[in-house]
């Protein structure tokens, strides 16, 4: 399936360093998904851009942006850097919830691998203000310290072939305290590259945003 891509590139500054991202805003979006990407990837992600643009379908407005310079990336050990990763989501997070368009809206994370230990850890950072957190292939258990301060709405999916990162999940989940789900992808490996599962993905994390993006009354 090829669906529109319709973001906007973005300069995102924080303090001395500058992050660059691609923004896209859907009209009346129902809040904004701030993807947080595994270990040596970037905002070109071409699953996480995918991803994106399923969201997008459903109405929900997507930012994904680099968590480090390339000066930074450089640095290999700066990619595994979970305290520096969600120091950088933190940062980002505040800059959507000052941005002109993007301010106001209801916040949720996309988290894929590394990438979903700081989406849990800046969801427990934040507390309320972050609704909804989903994980696609994650290491949550990376988060395992905090994971009991998270509220937001969380759901784990793993590919049904991932055995360890299955056990990793399995072992963070039973740390959350928040409204939580579990999904096993069958016949699929860590990346989804097998023929309709990363479409099956983003379907799912969607559903879920579109449920759980919202502040509940």
Not at 123 to 130: D, L, P, R, S
Request: charged letters at 25%; glycine letters at 8%; aromatic letters at 6%.
């Amino acid at each position: 399936m090829i669906l529109e891509d319709k973001h906007k590139p973005v300069t995102i500054r924080i303090g001395n360093i500058t992050l660059q991202g691609n923004l896209a805003i859907p009209k009346n979006a129902i809040g904004i998904v701030i993807f947080s990407h595994g270990s040596g990837s970037s905002r070109l992600s071409p699953r996480n851009n995918y991803v994106a643009r399923v969201l997008q379908q459903k109405g929900l407005a997507t930012l994904l942006f680099d968590l480090l310079t390339e000066q930074e990336d450089r640095v290999y050990a700066n990619r595994f850097d979970i305290d520096l990763l969600t120091k950088r989501l933190i940062d980002v997070t505040t800059w959507v919830k000052n941005y002109s368009e993007t301010k106001g809206l209801s916040i949720g994370y996309f988290g894929a691998s590394t990438g979903a230990a700081s989406a849990l850890r800046a969801a427990a950072h934040f507390g309320k203000e972050i609704n909804t957190v989903v994980s696609r292939g994650g290491r949550p258990d990376l988060a395992i310290k905090e994971l009991h301060k998270v509220t937001a709405s969380t759901l784990l999916i793993v590919g049904g072939w991932d055995d360890i990162v299955i056990q990793l999940n399995d072992k963070a989940y039973q740390k959350l305290n928040c409204n939580r789900e579990l999904k096993i992808i069958p016949e699929a490996s860590h990346l989804f590259e097998e023929t309709g599962k990363l479409e099956e993905v983003a379907n799912i994390a969607a559903d879920w945003f579109d449920k759980e993006i919202l502040p509940k009354k």
